[in-house]
T-cell receptor, first 113, second 116 residues
Framework: GQQLNQSPQSMFIQEGEDVSMNCTSSSIFNTWLWYKQDPGEGPVLLIALYKAGELTSNGRLTAQFGITRKDSFLNISASIPSDVGIYFCAGLISNFGNEKLTFGTGTRLTIIP | NAGVTQTPKFRVLKTGQSMTLLCAQDMNHEYMYWYRQDPGMGLRLIHYSVGEGTTAKGEVPDGYNVSRLKKQNFLLGLESAAPSQTSVYFC???????????????FGAGTRLSVL
């Protein structure tokens, strides 16, 4: 099946630093989603991207849908303790009746005191 | 707002036992999904449903069965549990893609299953 390569696998940063992570695929998608998962919880949607080249922000988060439709990145500016968690990218091909997300393997973000 | 509710939250089974995981959503979503999450693997789709009475296989369907008898409920069954099915199971629901709906999947909090 399709696979998404998400990097880095983990990040150790200090509070206040900026964060950047990305996903690449061998296949094209027409939607890219970024989710965050806190310990013991399910993933929660952060940002959704629907058009190639689209750049979307949600507070301190910014994500872009790559022009080739095979990649996306997520940036977090001025990190704070509540940013800790696992971030997943997900790609979607929307064909009616066959709409499945393919998830990346996640980026675990840890903030060093 | 309940959203997507999964029961139970935790369960320990012995090899060969059976059980059913229940997912309920109150958002009137057409689509529902079951995923499993294993360390370093992300989320992998087990089965999904595009409407009441319909189900389809995902990426890793073997050893699982599902049923969607009511629009708001999606059941995941393990007929004979194996240690390889130790995982965290997530249910999700969404509208189908369209001008307004955009197929955003909303997830439950997960069921942590251990098979000994």
């Amino acid at each position: 099946g399709q696979q998404l390569n998400q990097s880095p696998q983990s990040m150790f940063i200090q509070e206040g630093e900026d964060v950047s992570m990305n996903c690449t695929s061998s296949s094209i998608f027409n939607t890219w989603l970024w989710y965050k998962q806190d310990p013991g919880e399910g993933p929660v949607l952060l940002i959704a991207l629907y058009k190639a080249g689209e750049l979307t922000s949600n507070g301190r988060l910014t994500a872009q849908f790559g022009i080739t439709r095979k990649d996306s990145f997520l940036n977090i500016s001025a990190s704070i303790p509540s940013d800790v968690g696992i971030y997943f990218c997900a790609g979607l091909i929307s064909n009616f009746g066959n709409e499945k997300l393919t998830f990346g393997t996640g980026t675990r973000l840890t903030i060093i005191p | 707002n309940a959203g997507v509710t999964q029961t139970p939250k935790f369960r320990v089974l012995k090899t060969g036992q059976s059980m059913t995981l229940l997912c309920a959503q109150d958002m009137n979503h057409e689509y529902m999904y079951w995923y499993r999450q294993d360390p370093g693997m992300g989320l992998r789709l087990i089965h999904y449903s595009v409407g009441e009475g319909t189900t389809a296989k995902g990426e890793v369907p073997d050893g699982y069965n599902v049923s969607r008898l009511k629009k708001q409920n999606f059941l995941l069954g393990l007929e004979s549990a194996a240690p390889s099915q130790t995982s965290v199971y997530f249910c999700a629901s969404s509208y189908p893609s369209g001008v307004l709906a955009k197929n955003i999947q909303y997830f439950g909090a997960g069921t942590r299953l251990s098979v000994l």
